[in-house]
């Protein structure tokens, strides 16, 4: 059974770099044809899409967020990571890695369990 | 402010159909397939319906989605107190990105 995992620090002073590791168990990134994004959530509020990658590493990023995001795999370690720079704290929320169903489809499964990430000094 | 618009709230009675609408726009909902995803307090989303009108897996037949132009919408028939839950539309829009509603937190009254 396909399994996310996110990790990283909960706590990240603003204008700093926010990083979170997404490991991946019960599949393979390398052998799968979808897919693997990071989607957010404010407390108390909706989802975000950030962005997703492919095994090849090609990326699709919310343009909204582009000029911050970077997204990586490391497919020795089953892992892929999330790095966002110059966070305020409009960047404090709920993160998810999470299967992404492109190219074929527009679904997100599974989701890992999510981590707090607050932006505070 | 979400690309998707859902009413912020929607309830109903055991035992009744609710529905939930997803507006949109040509270049998302128009053009894509739409998902859906039910979150309960404190817990990640989960994959509901896929490809605008396909149950997940597990997902009770009470659970019905469909698209009409560029909105979509999610139908809970024979309502029961465990779906009172937070529900998301989603979709990509022409470029491929992802797109969320801003959710519809349901209540079973």
């Not at chain 2, 040509?26 to 989303?45: E, H, L």
Request: positive net charge.
């Amino acid at each position: 059974q396909l399994q996310l995992q996110e990790s990283g620090p909960g706590l990240v002073k603003p204008s700093e770099t926010l990083s979170l590791t997404c490991t991946v168990s019960g599949g393979f990134i390398s052998s799968s044809s979808y897919y693997w994004g990071w989607i957010r959530q404010p407390p108390g509020k909706g989802l975000e899409w950030i962005g997703s990658i492919y095994s090849s590493g090609s990326t699709y990023y919310n343009p909204s967020l582009r000029s911050r995001v970077t997204i990586s795999v490391d497919m020795s370690k089953n892992q892929f990571s999330l790095r966002l720079s110059s966070v305020t704290a409009a960047d404090t929320a709920l993160y998810y890695c999470a299967r992404d169903g492109r190219p074929i489809d527009t679904w997100f499964d599974p989701w890992g369990q999510g981590t707090l990430v607050t932006v505070s000094s | 402010q979400s690309v998707l618009t859902q009413p912020p709230s929607a309830s109903g009675t055991p035992g009744q159909r609710v529905t939930i609408s997803c507006s949109g726009s040509s270049s998302n909902i128009g053009r894509t397939p739409v998902t859906w995803y039910q979150q309960f307090p404190g817990t990640a989303p989960k994959l509901l319906i896929y490809s605008t009108n396909q149950r997940r897996s597990g997902v009770p037949d009470r659970f019905s989605a469909s698209r009409s132009g560029t909105s979509a919408s999610l139908a809970i028939s024979g309502l029961q107190s465990e779906d009172e839950a937070d529900y998301f539309c989603a979709t990509w829009d022409a470029t491929l990105h992802g797109v969320f509603g801003g959710g519809t937190k349901l209540t079973v009254l």
